[in-house]
Structures are given as structure tokens and as C-alpha cells.
């Protein structure tokens, strides 16, 4: 018997059947056996292992893998011995073969195997190494250690003698990984108990750690193992890379950077270390430095015969799979470095998929170069997928964002002549006028933050804002708002002012756009003084109203609360309610609104106004307060009997001399008084944002909507103001009723 293959199994069933029938082609062409040691399956490992061997034996696992694969060890019968793992696919045995066929085994005492180790079910993400499998069968060979178990060999190694695919560490199902880890670790640290000193051991329980995201704790036993490495005089390759990568993960990347630079000094050919050392100089800005060590890197995997990961059994391949990171990270150094012209060279030999990671760079470097029109090329060659397209365009987008604004025209009329409405959008944006239903349509249809131009340009063509809008979902709405306040910057003062100009409403559809306008203006506007107080109130009001609208309940504050979907619709209800009781408990109240503060620092210059306006009505004097009310009564008195001149006259010195809110409610009475129904509206408006629990200034902002035929909003301020005051029940039915007649 020439080769014996031997491997233990323990609940193996989900890669067993791919393993063994890969080792097919070697068995039949070597005179081979299989040995199979079963360690306590519960699964169908035994019965796939029948279906290749009659060689099954079982035994019970007892926490020790060098005993099990000795007691494995011990069935061969031939003079080599291949071992391998349950979930490791042969590949490629064509040397292995050769290797016996030729009588060159006659000169080896061992070899080692290449494997890839898949990290990710797509295969892209993977790390390789070599490692010894192939022994000749001596009395004296065996393995040492507890947990990742180490051959006692001889050499001379024959390298990379076959190729495996190992699926050991893709960990799909988290809770096998977790129990895998824990299982390693609570063997290890029986093992460190023995021997605490023991640099093998320190190290695979800071790799164990590492695999678990432990940083701090895989450093301190990787350290350990390099340190007592070092004073015995070496110090393996693995134990260098894994201690790169965890400065890297740790963030100290001077560390990293000193540790590589003094290990290339002897060895410039560890692709590995030339990875982290490159990642490490572009993270300290040292472009240069970095952008020629990922280039070592690149040329080494493209060389990897010359490497030290197929020359060195020590030598992990972690970054084997990171090729492309390397390019990507490259292209944006060049970028950095003003490089343009480095970057279009490199795209020539690029693939799509890679090309997609860098739009921005290469769109950018075009129109430094002013060869945009290349742009167009690239979008050509793209597939007809709308995500590929998507991503395309998203990138260029960003691109005209960045861009002199008078450098846009000539994109938008490039992408004008492609399909679809990315054209249209582009063929409005250079001047095309589209009717308010085509608009709309467009604005439905497609997502994107970007065809938010469209009501850009919609707006300049004095289309309605809310026939634009018309149909779309909040969450469209506020993206749109967001993207014109942010990119189209000179609309905002319009925005705010037809904002303020809008009418009062509980119209849902309304609210919608209201609210998302507000929100947008208040967080992206950089409005100051009168107008971010004015903004301030009426997004809590918007939003609060359209809250209990779109409830489509009749529900106390309290049971709205329950129903608020984010923190931002708990904020609105809660400062709401805190207003609504503010005069019942005036400590209380400044008490809530500090509270209120601490949890919501991003709404703070918006709290403080309200308290600070509360406080200046607090510290008003007895007398004058008597005089506010007795200066009220007496223009509501002159009002009442027709004295209206006299009235705006008083109302003017009101306002001089108390300087609060009032004002707008009895400016609101007396265009009512004067049949300025729209005017009486903006009034009462400013009335109800500054308190939108006054039941008077609702039931007039009803009024006014009776009078303007507004008969749907009528209704519901009327119901707003009999839930606010149940007196009004009575009169309000009456009016209700002469509405429906």
C-alpha cells in the first residue's frame, strides 16, 4: 500500500459527501486507502463515509485532536500518509500523482499542501497558505497539542504538493462558529494552564480571540508569543502578520509601520506584509510610500511563485483576496496626488465591476483632464442592469455637485441623448419646460434623491409645489427637500417664505409636504434669528398636526405617544404636550423643557428660544401682566363695537410696548372684521404655531375657512377646537350643520 488517507469526523455531513468524492481521482491512480475515525457523530457522517470506505472506526472525542489523529494515524497501512479534514475539497492532485509515480517520494520525508481557505459563500473572499499533510509513515511520527494539533516531521518538504479548497472558515451559521470558538478556547486554556509561558499556544489564543473580534485581548497573547519567541531567537513568520493585522484593527498604525518596515528588510517578499504595510502608509497620508508598496504587493500575487507564502510553510496568505482593494486604494491615493492621468491608464485594464468601486475618481480625473465626454463611453459599456446603471449615475451626480456650475451644462446635455428619464431629467435641467402632470409622473416613478431638480426647475416654471408632490409617500417628500436644501441652495429663502405664506391647513397630503419641508429647512436651512424661530415653531406644529392626521384616530397625547414610530415623532408630541400645560405649572414646565433638551441636543437653540420666551413672560411683573390683559380687553372691546381704525392703531401699541404673540390673533379679528379673509388667515397662522392649544384663535382660523368656502378644513378646526373646549360643542354642531345644508 502506497499512500494512506486518513481524517477523523465528528457531525461532518455538510461538506463529507464533496470531500471524499473529490479524493476519487487520486485514489485511482494511486494505490491508496481510506481511513475514516468517527470521534461521535450524531448526523449522517458514518453512512456517507460507507459509500468509500469500509476503513470507518469510532471512538469517543475526549478534548485532545493530537491524540484523535494519532489514534487515526494508527489504522494506515501505507508508507505515506495524506491527512486531511472532513470539509477540505481536493482540487487539483496532478503533482501529488506525479509525485509517486515518478519514484520522487524517494527523496521527501514530507509535503505540504496549498490551501485556499473560502471566507464567503461567493468564494471572492478567501486566504491561503501552505501547510504540512504528506508523511511518511515512521515509527516515530506523530502530533503534539491539544488544539491545532503540529506534525513532528522531517525534512526535506516538498512544497505545495496538491491543491485543497478548505470551507472551515466560512462561517454561515453563527451558532456553529460561536460554539467552535468556545470549544478552542476552553481547550486552550487548559493547555496555557500547563505550560503559561507556552509561545504556540499564547498565539492561537489571540488568533482564537481575533476570530471573536476580541482586539485588545488577541493582542495581548499574540504580544506574549513574540515576545518569548524573541528571546528564544526566532520569531515565525505568522506570528509577525498576525500581529500587523491586529495594529491595523487596533488603529496603530505607527506600530504596524515599524514592525513591516524592519521585517522587509530581510524579506521583501511576503505578500502579506507588504498588504498591511501599504494599508498602513496610505492611513498616515505617506501616498507615495504606500502607493509603491501595494504595488510590490500586486506584483507578488501576480508572481506568487517567487513569494514567501509558496516557499515557507510559515507564511499565512490572509490577503490573498484583496487584490482589488489594493487597486481601488491606489487609484484614490492618485487621485490625492493629482495623479489624473495615472488613474485613466489604469482603467484600461480594469473590469466594470472594479471600475464601479471608482466612479468618482475617474469621472473626476476626466473632467481635470477635460476629456469628459469618455464619461459617456464608460456609461455605454456598463450592463443594462437598472442597478449598475443606478450606481453609474449616482456617481456622476455626485460628480455635478462638485463641478463649477457653469461645467454642468455640458454633462447634462451629453446624458440628455441616452433612454429613459434620466434623459428628460437632463434635457429640463439645460431648459426644457415639461407640462405639471408629466413632471409628477416622473417624480413618482423614480427614486433617486437627484430627480429632485425636477421640482427645482418646476418650481421656476411657478408650478404648484403640492400639484407636484401630489400622490407621493413622506418618505419621498423628505428626501427631495433634503436634496434641494442641500444642493439647490439658492431656493431656500423661497422655500421658507412659501412655508410661512402657506395656509392653514389639516389636510393630510398638505401636512405631508409641510412637515418634510419644514424638517429639511430647520436642519439644512442655516436660517437665523426671527426666521429659524418661525421655522422652529412651525415644524413642530406641521408635524404634530400631521401625527394626529395621519392617525386617522381620535387619541388623547398620551395615546399618541404609543403609536410614534421614531424618536422625532416622540420629541413632537412631547414638547407639544409640554406647551399645552405650560400655564398650569410653570416650574414644571421649565423643568420638562430642560429634559426635553438633555434628550434632543440636536433641536437645542430651538428648546432654548421657547424657554427663554418663557422665561421673559415669567419675569414679567404683576402690574404689567394686569396691564397686558386690561390693554387685550379694551381693543377687544373697540373691535366688538366696530371701531376698527382705532383698533389697528391700539394693536400697533400693543405690540410696541408688551412685544408677545397676541397680536397676531387680534390682527387675524380685525381683517375677519374687514372680510380679508386670506390676510385674516396668515394671521391667525402665526397665532396658531406660537400656540396651538388656543381654542379661540382654532375655532377663528374655522371661520375663516368657512368664509373661504374651505369647507373640509373648516370641519376639522371646528372638531380641533371643540376637543380643546368642550363649551363650544353646541355652537360648533349648529355651524357644522348649516355647512352640510
Known amino acids: 500500500m502506497l499512500l494512506s488517507i486518513t481524517m477523523m469526523v465528528r457531525n461532518e455531513e455538510k461538506y463529507l459527501d464533496k470531500t471524499l468524492s473529490s479524493l476519487q481521482p487520486l485514489m485511482k491512480n494511486i494505490n491508496s486507502e481510506l481511513i475514516i475515525l468517527d470521534t461521535g457523530s450524531s448526523d449522517k457522517s458514518i453512512d456517507i463515509a460507507k459509500k468509500y470506505t469500509d476503513k470507518i472506526y469510532c471512538t469517543k472525542w475526549n478534548n485532545n485532536f493530537a491524540q484523535m489523529r494519532n489514534q487515526s494515524i494508527s489504522y494506515a497501512k501505507g508508507e505515506w500518509i495524506l491527512v486531511l479534514d472532513a470539509d477540505e475539497e481536493l482540487l487539483d492532485c496532478n503533482n501529488l500523482i506525479e509525485f509517486f509515480n515518478s519514484n520522487l517520494y524517494k527523496k521527501y520525508n514530507c509535503a505540504s499542501i496549498e490551501l485556499r481557505n473560502i471566507h464567503s459563500e461567493d468564494e471572492k473572499a478567501y486566504s491561503k497558505g501552505s501547510i504540512l499533510r504528506l508523511f511518511k509513515n515512521d515509527k516515530g511520527f506523530k502530533y503534539e497539542g491539544a488544539i491545532h494539533e503540529q506534525p513532528t516531521?522531517?525534512?526535506?518538504?516538498?512544497?505545495?504538493?496538491?491543491?485543497?479548497?478548505?470551507?472551515?472558515?466560512?462561517?454561515?451559521?453563527?451558532?456553529?462558529?460561536?460554539?467552535?470558538?468556545?470549544?478552542?478556547e476552553q481547550i486552550l486554556f487548559q493547555e496555557l494552564k500547563k505550560n503559561p509561558n507556552d509561545p504556540y499556544v499564547n498565539f492561537q489564543l489571540g488568533k482564537n480571540h481575533l476570530a471573536s473580534d476580541k482586539h485588545q485581548e488577541a493582542l495581548e497573547y499574540i504580544n506574549k508569543a513574540y515576545v518569548v519567541y524573541s528571546k528564544s531567537g526566532y520569531v515565525p513568520i505568522y506570528i509577525i502578520s498576525n500581529l500587523a493585522r491586529l495594529y491595523i484593527c487596533l488603529s496603530e498604525f505607527e506600530k504596524c509601520e515599524k514592525l513591516c518596515t524592519n521585517y522587509m528588510k530581510k524579506d521583501n517578499k511576503n505578500i502579506d506584509i507588504c498588504y498591511y504595510l501599504g494599508l498602513t502608509q496610505k492611513t498616515l497620508g505617506k501616498y507615495k510610500h504606500s502607493i509603491k508598496t501595494y504595488q510590490r504587493y500586486i506584483f507578488l500575487i501576480e508572481n506568487y511563485d517567487v513569494s514567501t507564502q509558496a516557499n515557507n510553510i510559515e507564511c499565512d496568505g490572509d490577503t490573498l483576496s484583496l487584490k482589488e482593494n489594493a487597486e481601488i486604494d491606489i487609484v484614490n491615493m492618485c487621485y490625492e496626488l493629482k495623479m489624473y492621468n495615472e488613474i485613466i491608464k489604469k482603467i484600461d485594464n480594469m473590469e466594470i465591476e472594479q471600475i464601479k468601486k471608482i466612479y468618482l475618481q475617474i469621472f473626476m480625473s476626466l473632467y481635470k483632464l477635460g476629456n469628459i465626454e469618455k464619461i459617456l463611453d464608460i456609461y455605454k459599456k456598463i450592463s443594462d442592469s437598472i442597478v449598475e446603471k443606478n450606481t453609474f449615475k449616482l456617481n456622476l451626480e455626485t460628480m455635478i455637485t462638485i463641478i463649477k456650475e457653469d461645467d454642468r451644462s455640458k454633462i447634462y446635455e451629453m446624458f440628455s441623448m441616452i433612454d429613459g428619464n434620466y434623459a428628460v431629467l437632463n434635457n429640463v435641467r439645460n431648459g426644457e419646460k415639461l407640462s405639471i402632470e408629466e413632471l409628477n409622473q416622473i417624480l413618482k416613478?423614480?427614486?433617486?434623491?437627484?430627480?429632485?431638480?425636477?421640482?427645482?426647475?418646476?418650481?421656476?416654471?411657478?408650478?404648484?409645489?403640492?400639484d407636484l408632490l401630489n400622490g407621493m409617500s413622506n418618505v419621498n417628500i423628505q428626501n427631495h427637500f433634503d436634496y434641494l436644501i442641500n444642493h439647490r441652495r439658492d431656493c431656500i429663502l423661497d422655500l421658507y417664505?412659501?412655508?410661512?405664506?402657506?395656509?392653514?391647513?389639516?389636510?393630510?397630503?398638505?401636512?405631508?409636504?409641510?412637515?418634510?419641508?419644514?424638517?429639511?429647512?430647520?436642519?439644512?436651512?442655516?436660517?437665523?434669528?426671527?426666521?429659524?424661530?418661525?421655522l422652529f415653531l412651525m415644524y413642530i406644529t406641521y408635524?404634530?398636526?400631521?401625527?394626529?392626521q395621519a392617525s386617522n384616530k381620535d387619541l388623547t397625547d398620551e395615546q399618541l405617544m404609543i403609536f410614534a414610530k421614531n424618536e422625532e415623532d416622540v420629541f413632537i408630541i412631547k414638547i407639544t404636550m409640554i406647551q399645552k400645560n405650560k400655564e398650569f405649572n410653570k416650574l414644571k414646565y421649565i423643568k420638562e423643557m430642560k429634559i426635553l433638551l438633555i434628550d434632543n441636543h440636536h433641536h437645542k437653540k430651538g428648546i432654548?428660544?421657547?424657554?427663554?420666551?418663557?422665561?421673559?413672560?415669567?419675569?414679567?411683573?404683576?402690574?404689567?401682566?394686569?396691564?397686558?390683559?386690561?390693554?387685550?380687553?379694551?381693543?377687544e372691546e373697540n373691535i366688538n363695537l366696530g371701531n376698527i381704525n382705532e383698533s389697528i392703531q391700539m394693536i400697533k401699541e400693543y405690540k410696541e410696548i408688551f412685544d408677545n404673540n397676541e397680536t397676531f390673533n387680534l390682527n387675524g379679528i380685525i381683517n375677519t372684521c374687514l372680510s380679508k379673509f386670506m390676510e385674516a388667515d396668515k394671521d391667525f397662522k402665526m397665532a396658531y404655531i406660537n400656540n396651538r392649544y388656543d381654542d379661540n384663535v382654532i375655532f377663528n382660523i374655522a371661520y375663516v375657512k368657512e368664509k373661504l368656502n374651505d369647507f373640509d378644513n373648516a370641519k376639522k378646526f371646528y372638531l380641533e377646537a371643540v376637543k380643546l373646549n368642550c363649551n363650544l360643542k353646541e355652537e360648533v354642531e349648529e355651524i357644522l350643520d348649516k355647512i352640510v345644508k
Open 543 to 548: 408635524n404634530y398636526d400631521y401625527l394626529r
Open 497 to 534: 417664505n412659501y412655508l410661512l405664506e402657506a395656509s392653514n391647513t389639516l389636510d393630510l397630503n398638505k401636512l405631508s409636504i409641510y412637515s418634510s419641508l419644514s424638517k429639511s429647512l430647520l436642519l439644512y436651512g442655516n436660517l437665523k434669528y426671527e426666521k429659524y424661530e418661525n
Open 153 to 184: 516531521y522531517r525534512e526535506p518538504i516538498y512544497n505545495n504538493i496538491a491543491l485543497f479548497k478548505h470551507y472551515g472558515y466560512m462561517y454561515v451559521n453563527e451558532e456553529l462558529r460561536q460554539t467552535k470558538l468556545k470549544r478552542n
Open 445 to 466: 416613478n423614480e427614486k433617486e434623491s437627484y430627480y429632485s431638480d425636477l421640482i427645482y426647475f418646476g418650481l421656476n416654471q411657478d408650478h404648484s409645489l403640492t
Open 608 to 635: 432654548e428660544i421657547l424657554i427663554e420666551k418663557f422665561k421673559k413672560e415669567l419675569n414679567e411683573s404683576e402690574e404689567v401682566k394686569i396691564l397686558n390683559s386690561k390693554y387685550k380687553a379694551i381693543i
